[in-house]
């Protein structure tokens, strides 16, 4: 019987190596894959733990669950995969609130509970409406969205104060585009709430400073035409008096 079982034992193996190997499909599934390791790693083989720990990772995981949902790859290996491991921690974490439940449920392995939670999974990512439904920012996320929106009208405020005439001084010019392109950037991390009001507030108030950035360097740009060579005019006046 040993040569059986062992040959049963790296069959096993060898098959848990392929799905191992399997490179993620998309950065959704990536990232998603990150925050599962994480918490993984943090309740790994833990039969109680704090509650309100527990409920905090639970919350943090909707958002790991709205960048499965997201993904256009819901067939891909890698995504089952993810798929598979966010219900069988989910399903761990519950038990781990509830602790008064059968025996045989709350000492189940996670991927006992996989087999068990996966189908009730599948079915709500592939026909129910929810899936579809705008994704639901959290508040961290929002704190950071409005400190971006105040940063801009700080910002703006200076550039206003000081009109398109600085921007004929290529360093001020460059500052504030540098500026431009710094909110936009931070504003792209949150293009999953795309649709979130503040996040609207933050890509108006952006464009809108981009938009006065390219006005005050096309303006000097026009003035700078106009008047000619300024500078070289001063040294010649310069070279003049001196001689």
Known sequence: MKPFWKAIVVCWILGNVWSLAEEPVDNQVKNALVDIAKYENQFAGQTSANPATVKRSLKLLTLTR?????????????????????????????????PGGSSSSATATPAAQTAAAAPARQTVSSSSPASNAPQQMISQYRVR??????????RFDTMDKGGVKPFQDPEYAQKFARSAEMFQESIDKYADY??????????????????????????????LA??????????????????
């Open 66 to 98: 709205q960048r499965l949902d997201s993904s256009s790859n819901k067939t891909h290996a890698s995504w089952i995969e993810a798929d598979n491991r966010y219900n069988a921690l989910v399903a761990h974490l519950n038990k781990l609130l509830n």
């Open 194 to 223: 795309k649709t979130d009001p503040e996040v609207v507030t933050a890509t108006e108030a952006s464009a809108k400073f981009t938009n006065m950035v390219n006005f005050g360097k096309q303006h000097a740009a026009k003035e």
């Open 145 to 154: 969205i409005k400190k971006i929106i105040r940063d801009i009208n700080s």
């Open 226 to 243: 106009e008047l000619g060579d300024v500078q070289s005019r001063l040294r010649s006046i310069e070279t003049q008096v001196r001689e």
